[in-house]
């Protein structure tokens, strides 16, 4: 047993309750109201930080939610590792299928069930407590910083000013995430490319009022059929998106690169089984691994209008909407895509209706390279506390700020996530295994270990 694990065993225990502390608070980026309870869980971090040995930790105000920046510097002419984060939540929607209140933490069957227990707070803390774990047993091998958004789930919309006016701050030579999945626990394995994103919100507008269904229906034309009509018309019979454009940037895998993925462990009886599909859908030619990890998406986020209430009520509704998102793959640019959806949507739009479409926030996608320090420093960490080379995963998920590290402050980032895509993230009963909480806190140390020792 090394001492790593012997001070993670003796305090397990207090990790586990300082985690509950940090689910409790209802951290919803999207929700005006909960401005308060961002600003307490940034507090709650500070404190938490300071407990586990930061040197500094701090509330850095912006033009939305909080920034939490802490940072312990051994010696300035080691490397430094910036640690990514959030602290911002989903909405738990919807709250009736949870088995109990989504900010009231439990531990069932060896997982802590809340919303954030695995995207991110349960990820973000793991780093907060091998921090702990390095600076207690005194084998913290070089600088670490760490900065915690509270607008990630919202698009990050203020995070690019951040990095813009903090890049001396923010000087470090890797930056590390942990708000991805793994395969499994038998099959560790780093994320190494994230989808980009442009999610859109369209606004139909028919008669000037929502009208007797009997007394004008067939006569004029009904929003809400329309709005249907556009948006299937927006994938042909192979599940390819009709957009003109949509895919001119798309950049196609090599054979041999395909064949990797086609390598990877993945049971489609068994996904199919845990979701309750019958069946998987997709882009003609392609397998749903490759799907989720290399190929762009359009999918209905939520759609509304007329009359959504109990029993029968005849209208024919002045309005429809819904909300769209477009997963992105390298090349496709966000604001180029947003443009296409746009006229396409204007284009195709029917007399009688009239189409607002709106961009609301976007992201770029991104690849890591496997080559730099930090990705190899990750991989032999793994190795050290799977006893397993971890595989090489596209990942279907999308953190706009990480192409946003790269440009701005010149950084890579290793996305070294320890979650499992049956989470629930974003879903009721997220949860979080606490084996797999345990395991982060376990392997960080070492790549910092490796990372140190490979740049210094
Ligand atoms: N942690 C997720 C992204 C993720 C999930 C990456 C699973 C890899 C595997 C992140 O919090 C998230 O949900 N991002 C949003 C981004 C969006 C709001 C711009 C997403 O992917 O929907
Ligand atoms: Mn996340
Ligand atoms: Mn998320």
Redesign the pocket.
């Known amino acids: 047993m090394t001492r790593w694990n012997e001070y993670i065993s003796e305090n397990k225990d207090r990790f586990l309750e300082e985690l509950t502390q940090l689910l409790s608070i209802p951290s919803i980026s999207n929700d005006e109201g909960r401005k308060a309870q961002m600003q307490a869980c940034a507090g709650k971090l500070i404190e938490l930080m300071m407990q586990a040995g930061f040197d500094a930790a701090i509330i850095e105000e912006t033009s939305h939610h909080p920034v939490v920046f802490g940072k312990k510097i051994i010696n300035p002419d080691l490397p430094t590792v910036l640690v990514y984060g ?1 602290y911002d939540v989903q909405p738990p929607d919807p709250v009736d299928l949870w088995h109990h209140d989504p900010f009231d933490p439990q531990v069932v069957d060896g997982r802590i069930v809340a919303r954030g227990a695995s ?2 707070k349960g990820q973000m803390f793991m780093h907060i407590k091998a921090l702990e774990v390095m600076a207690r047993t005194g084998t913290l091998p070089c600088n670490m910083k760490m900065i915690i958004e509270g607008e ?4 990050s919309p203020s995070l690019p000013e951040y990095l813009n006016n903090h890049k001396e701050l923010l000087k470090a030579d890797i930056i590390l995430a942990s ?3 793994m395969i499994s626990m038998e099959h560790p394995s780093i ?1 190494t490319a ?1 989808r980009g ?1 442009a ?1 859109m919100e369209i606004a139909l507008a028919g008669p000037n009022r929502d009208l007797h269904s009997g007394v004008y229906g067939g006569a004029v034309a009904n929003p809400i059929n329309m709005l249907c009509k556009m948006i299937a018309s927006m994938h042909d019979e192979n599940n390819h998106i009709t957009i003109p454009g949509f895919y001119d940037k798309v950049i196609e895998l090599s054979k041999q690169q395909r064949h990797e993925i086609a390598k990877l462990p993945f049971d489609e009886m068994e996904y199919k089984e845990e979701l309750g599909i019958k069946a998987v859908w997709g882009e003609k030619g392609y397998t749903t691994l490759e799907r989720t990890g290399i190929r762009p998406t359009l999918d209905v986020n939520g759609i509304w209008g007329g009359y959504t209430g109990e029993g029968a009520k005849t209208v024919l509704p002045s309005k429809a909407f819904a909300k769209v998102s477009m997963r992105l793959v390298p090349d496709q640019q966000p604001e180029e895509i947003a443009d296409l959806f746009k006229a396409y949507l204007q284009q195709q739009c029917p007399p009688g209706v009239t189409v607002d479409v709106k961009y609301l ?1 976007g ?1 770029k996608p991104v690849i890591t390279d496997t080559k730099t320090a930090g990705y190899q420093a990750a991989v032999k960490a793994i190795k050290a506390t799977f006893s397993k080379e971890p595989l090489q995963v596209y ?6 700020i990480v192409a946003l590290f790269k440009e701005i402050l010149g950084l890579d980032t290793v996305l070294m ?1 320890f ?1 499992l895509d049956n989470d629930n ?2 879903s009721p009963n997220e949860k979080f295994d606490l084996v797999n909480f345990y395991k982060g806190v376990e392997t960080i140390p070492f790549f910092y270990k490796y990372f140190t020792e490979k740049r210094s």
């Not at 990942?395 to 706009?400: F, H, K, L, N």
């Open positions: 959030h995207d991110d990630e789930e919202i698009g708000d991805t999945a994320e994230l994103m999610y926030h992201g990942s279907g998920g999308s953190i706009p996530g979650g993230i974003h």
